[in-house]
């Protein structure tokens, strides 16, 4: 009968993770007393010779299956040092300390140094590469930037070792869960692309990680919804348009920049709902808008948790949200809206069960967003809120008859909103509500409007000012989407305050760049393939702007895939290290290209122009230092099981 080996043997299944505080009873102190049991003081069990060890949980019954168990050698052979064998992914590492026999996977699951050449002291395992450190028996690391390591069961028989090549079970989705909030706290980059493509390995929805990242986010930020929340709520809806390996990388770009945005934040604790939850919402909803009205978070808060404890729907949920955002104009140059759209699209993505835990983290923003009425350009020389005023007060008939006729204003609307004369505006955009427009069309001609700026930015403008024209774009786009999921007459006012920053970017657009539809383009290769391979190569250039726009114009026009286009689009993002309104920029204009083109099949013209203002956006923003994308590249070879330790090859098989 053999023996089993003490690293093997303790356990038992299913042990809580505690130890056992009682003293032995069997020991006595020095002067022959057994010792008094003193709970405030504790009890150090290595003490006690007879102690109890500490249980993990983790271990469990060895019952190595004669037939799958592998022989290592003699105990005395391998004492104190390590073994390697066949087994498991990487090979599988067998020490002996202590007269114990451990298994481990030889890959440090850092960066996948193997971990036979480590040393053991103390029953801790330390990696020589970058020192991880782990605990031997369990694979447990005591480095949060590292990984634990996994395990193999062993038992010695007649002083020789056997190892089971089977590591021991865990529960994946749980593990890489758990990792992707610790890379979330701890903002490990690595941490969180190895959690995203291990999930993505075990089959687990996107949704899943979106909504860890979501929760974290929303919670660990006193400030509230921020960049972070947005860019990675807009990765998540691009996703569908991506290539498969690009999809882990949008997530992990958006978890990035969740974890970026809390790092060193404090908390935000949040309240509760009234405790009678029959208050009419009508009421709830003007509670809300007085409350941010007088920049009072907590009032906000409240009201908005009663709203949804109250059964509101997500629709009336919305609409809350959104007459609150438009109660001033152009707040926090758009970002206020933006946010709540955006929030509100993160819920559809993740359920909307989990609104309570997410939508208060918009009210700090909101309670403090800077109104632009306050500004001296929404007043003077030309007074923006005056001309705006009566058209508003008529918007509750005006919206009451919104779409009851047929509008085909839209080339003409939108080349009046990109004038220089904002009166003229205001009365275009009232009569083609006059007109039997619905709202959502004028939303969109607004959009596109806002696009167009962005392809005509001129290049020798302040490079900063790339973001003003962003700016009114997304506030665009978001009012576009917020206006099909909740219409009203409040949200309507939106329309005028997106038309007014409209007017105030125009001279972003003097002098305008022109179309590449009115340059030649002849130069440009034909095939499609090619034609992204150049977009992509010039995305390796410092502001190829209007290159990118040429190739962008020539593919379309072709009649090349719009689909293959948008997901190159997309790569070339991903592998940047993005700033916000890049991210912002790619998933508006997808958004209203594909709209646009669904809309008017017969008129690509249009969504063309969408798509060529994203690649002069992103042409203008690109490179960057790529450290995402090494990071990412990293965590896809050692998912790959690559050497990483013993050569930079590799690269090239890895998204470029
Ligand atoms: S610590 Fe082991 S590879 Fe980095």
Redesign the pocket.
Request: proline letters at 6%; glycine letters at 8%.
């Given at each position: 009968m053999g023996e089993v080996s003490q690293g093997a043997d303790l356990a038992r299944v299913d042990l809580p993770r505690t130890f056992d505080w009682r003293p032995c009873p069997g020991a006595a102190d020095e002067s022959g007393h057994l010792p008094r049991f003193q709970p405030h003081q504790g009890f150090h069990p290595q003490r006690c010779p007879n102690a109890p060890r500490m249980r993990t949980g983790k271990e469990r019954a060895v019952a190595i299956d004669v037939a799958n168990r592998l022989k290592v050698g003699r105990l005395e052979e391998i004492a104190n040092g390590c073994r390697v064998v066949s087994g498991g992914r990487h090979g599988i590492a067998v020490f002996v300390d202590g007269g114990r026999a451990f298994a481990v996977d030889n890959r440090?699951?850092?960066?996948?140094?193997p971990?036979a050449r480590?040393s053991v002291c103390d029953g801790i395992l330390t990696?020589?590469?970058?020192?991880?450190r782990f605990d031997l028996s369990s694979g447990g690391t005591f480095?949060p930037w590292?990984d634990d390591v996994r395990t193999y069961d062993t038992v010695v028989e007649d002083g020789v070792v056997y190892v089971d090549p089977r590591p021991r079970p865990i529960d994946v989705e749980r593990r890489w869960k758990a990792r992707l909030r610790d890379g979330l706290e701890q903002n490990l980059n690595l941490v969180t692309v190895k959690s995203v493509l291990a999930l993505q390995e075990a089959g687990v929805s996107p949704r899943e990680s979106v909504a860890v990242g979501a929760h974290f986010g929303a919670e660990y930020r006193a400030a509230g919804w921020g960049p972070g929340l947005t860019i990675l709520t807009a990765m998540a809806n691009v996703l569908p348009a991506l290539e498969p390996t690009d999809q882990a990388l949008g997530l992990y770009h958006g978890l990035v920049h969740v974890a970026r945005n809390c790092d060193g934040a404090p908390p935000r604790f949040q309240l509760d709902p009234l405790p009678a939850a029959d208050v009419p919402l009508a009421q709830v909803k003007a509670w809300f808008r007085q409350f941010v009205e007088v920049r009072d978070p907590d009032g906000a808060e409240r009201a908005l948790l009663t709203a949804i404890d109250g059964g509101a729907s997500p629709a009336e949920v919305a609409d809350m949200l959104f007459s609150a955002a438009t109660d001033h104009l152009f707040l926090d140059i758009g970002h206020t809206l933006d946010f709540a759209n955006k929030a509100c699209e993160l819920l559809d993505l993740i359920g909307w069960d989990r609104a309570a835990a997410i939508l208060p983290s918009l009210v700090p923003g909101m309670a403090s967003a800077r109104r632009s009425e306050e500004l001296n350009n929404w007043r003077r020389p030309v007074d923006l809120v005056a001309l705006i005023a009566p058209a508003v007060a008529r918007l509750p008939q005006l919206v009451a008859r919104a779409g009851a006729g047929s509008w085909d204003g839209f080339d003409a609307l939108a080349g009046t909103l990109l004038g220089e004369d904002f009166a003229a505006s205001v009365r275009a955009l009232v009569e083609a509500l006059e007109a039997g427009a619905g709202l959502t069309d004028l939303t969109r001609t607004l959009s596109y409007a806002a696009a167009l700026r962005v392809a005509k930015f001129h290049t020798s403008n302040e490079f900063g000012d790339w973001i003003t024209v962003l700016h009114t774009f997304t506030y665009c786009n978001a009012l576009h989407q917020a206006m099909r999921r909740a219409p009203s007459a409040e949200l309507a006012r939106g329309i005028f305050h997106g038309a007014g920053a409209l007017y105030l970017d125009r001279f972003l657009n003097m002098p305008a760049a022109r179309l590449p539809e009115h340059r030649g383009a002849d130069a440009e290769p034909r095939d499609a393939d090619a034609l992204l391979a150049r977009l992509t190569d010039l995305l390796d250039r410092e502001q190829q702007v209007n290159e990118a726009a040429l190739v962008v114009h020539r593919y379309l026009s072709l009649g090349h895939d719009p689909a293959d286009l948008r997901a190159a689009l997309g790569h070339t993002l991903l592998r940047e290290d993005g700033e916000f309104h890049s991210y912002q920029m790619l998933e508006a204009g997808l958004a209203l290209e594909r709209e646009l083109r669904e809309l008017q099949p017969s008129r690509p013209d249009e969504a063309n122009r969408v798509l060529v203002a994203v690649a002069r956006y992103l042409a203008a923003h690109a490179p960057t230092s790529r450290a995402m994308l090494q990071t990412a590249r990293t965590a896809l070879r050692l998912q790959r099981g690559e050497a990483?330790?013993e050569d930079g090859e590799g690269e090239d098989e890895l998204p470029a």
């Amino acid at each position: 009968m053999g023996e089993v080996s003490q690293g093997a043997d303790l356990a038992r299944v299913d042990l809580p993770r505690t130890f056992d505080w009682r003293p032995c009873p069997g020991a006595a102190d020095e002067s022959g007393h057994l010792p008094r049991f003193q709970p405030h003081q504790g009890f150090h069990p290595q003490r006690c010779p007879n102690a109890p060890r500490m249980r993990t949980g983790k271990e469990r019954a060895v019952a190595i299956d004669v037939a799958n168990r592998l022989k290592v050698g003699r105990l005395e052979e391998i004492a104190n040092g390590c073994r390697v064998v066949s087994g498991g992914r990487h090979g599988i590492a067998v020490f002996v300390d202590g007269g114990r026999a451990f298994a481990v996977d030889n890959r440090c699951p850092h960066m996948g140094f193997p971990l036979a050449r480590g040393s053991v002291c103390d029953g801790i395992l330390t990696c020589h590469w970058h020192h991880a450190r782990f605990d031997l028996s369990s694979g447990g690391t005591f480095d949060p930037w590292a990984d634990d390591v996994r395990t193999y069961d062993t038992v010695v028989e007649d002083g020789v070792v056997y190892v089971d090549p089977r590591p021991r079970p865990i529960d994946v989705e749980r593990r890489w869960k758990a990792r992707l909030r610790d890379g979330l706290e701890q903002n490990l980059n690595l941490v969180t692309v190895k959690s995203v493509l291990a999930l993505q390995e075990a089959g687990v929805s996107p949704r899943e990680s979106v909504a860890v990242g979501a929760h974290f986010g929303a919670e660990y930020r006193a400030a509230g919804w921020g960049p972070g929340l947005t860019i990675l709520t807009a990765m998540a809806n691009v996703l569908p348009a991506l290539e498969p390996t690009d999809q882990a990388l949008g997530l992990y770009h958006g978890l990035v920049h969740v974890a970026r945005n809390c790092d060193g934040a404090p908390p935000r604790f949040q309240l509760d709902p009234l405790p009678a939850a029959d208050v009419p919402l009508a009421q709830v909803k003007a509670w809300f808008r007085q409350f941010v009205e007088v920049r009072d978070p907590d009032g906000a808060e409240r009201a908005l948790l009663t709203a949804i404890d109250g059964g509101a729907s997500p629709a009336e949920v919305a609409d809350m949200l959104f007459s609150a955002a438009t109660d001033h104009l152009f707040l926090d140059i758009g970002h206020t809206l933006d946010f709540a759209n955006k929030a509100c699209e993160l819920l559809d993505l993740i359920g909307w069960d989990r609104a309570a835990a997410i939508l208060p983290s918009l009210v700090p923003g909101m309670a403090s967003a800077r109104r632009s009425e306050e500004l001296n350009n929404w007043r003077r020389p030309v007074d923006l809120v005056a001309l705006i005023a009566p058209a508003v007060a008529r918007l509750p008939q005006l919206v009451a008859r919104a779409g009851a006729g047929s509008w085909d204003g839209f080339d003409a609307l939108a080349g009046t909103l990109l004038g220089e004369d904002f009166a003229a505006s205001v009365r275009a955009l009232v009569e083609a509500l006059e007109a039997g427009a619905g709202l959502t069309d004028l939303t969109r001609t607004l959009s596109y409007a806002a696009a167009l700026r962005v392809a005509k930015f001129h290049t020798s403008n302040e490079f900063g000012d790339w973001i003003t024209v962003l700016h009114t774009f997304t506030y665009c786009n978001a009012l576009h989407q917020a206006m099909r999921r909740a219409p009203s007459a409040e949200l309507a006012r939106g329309i005028f305050h997106g038309a007014g920053a409209l007017y105030l970017d125009r001279f972003l657009n003097m002098p305008a760049a022109r179309l590449p539809e009115h340059r030649g383009a002849d130069a440009e290769p034909r095939d499609a393939d090619a034609l992204l391979a150049r977009l992509t190569d010039l995305l390796d250039r410092e502001q190829q702007v209007n290159e990118a726009a040429l190739v962008v114009h020539r593919y379309l026009s072709l009649g090349h895939d719009p689909a293959d286009l948008r997901a190159a689009l997309g790569h070339t993002l991903l592998r940047e290290d993005g700033e916000f309104h890049s991210y912002q920029m790619l998933e508006a204009g997808l958004a209203l290209e594909r709209e646009l083109r669904e809309l008017q099949p017969s008129r690509p013209d249009e969504a063309n122009r969408v798509l060529v203002a994203v690649a002069r956006y992103l042409a203008a923003h690109a490179p960057t230092s790529r450290a995402m994308l090494q990071t990412a590249r990293t965590a896809l070879r050692l998912q790959r099981g690559e050497a990483i330790y013993e050569d930079g090859e590799g690269e090239d098989e890895l998204p470029a």
